[in-house]
């Protein structure tokens, strides 16, 4: 099952959301922004992602990453913390299917779990 940290909002999100319902595979959609996930859980996206800078799986572009006083090279506790707190600022589309996690940019990424 895959779980896909959506927003309705967000354009790319709803492609990969339709590529996944287009594609058949078995999904599970959660509005991030509204059931935000835990530290934990994010954690949990970070390793499936392959543990990567943890900046890239945030939206540094966003107003709040800089109101906030972040920085792209702060300590991964502190970057992962500011996502449990403000889910805003994690990347979206992330779809996650166990040990395995992509963001959706480009949106087709996604398949790469189905």
């Known amino acids: 099952m895959?779980?896909?940290w959506h927003n309705p909002r967000c354009s790319k999100s709803r492609q990969?959301?339709?590529l996944l319902s287009d594609s058949?595979?078995?999904?599970?959609?959660?509005?991030?922004?509204?059931?935000?996930?835990?530290?934990?859980?994010?954690?949990h996206a970070h390793a499936a992602l392959?543990?990567?800078?943890?900046?890239e799986m945030m939206r540094t572009g966003e107003k709040l990453f800089r109101e906030l006083g972040l920085s792209k090279t702060?300590?991964?506790?502190?970057?992962?913390?500011?996502?449990?707190?403000?889910?805003?600022?994690i990347e979206r589309p992330l779809a996650i299917s166990g040990r395995r996690?992509?963001?959706?940019r480009p949106p087709e990424r996604v398949l790469e779990l189905v």
């Open 24 to 43: 058949g595979a078995a999904f599970q959609e959660r509005r991030y922004l509204d059931d935000a996930p835990t530290l934990q859980q994010i954690k």
């Open 16 to 18: 990969a959301l339709a």
């Open 2 to 4: 895959i779980e896909i």
């Open 101 to 104: 996690a992509v963001i959706g």
């Open 74 to 89: 702060d300590d991964d506790d502190i970057l992962l913390q500011a996502m449990a707190d403000h889910p805003i600022l």
């Open 50 to 55: 392959g543990r990567p800078p943890v900046a």
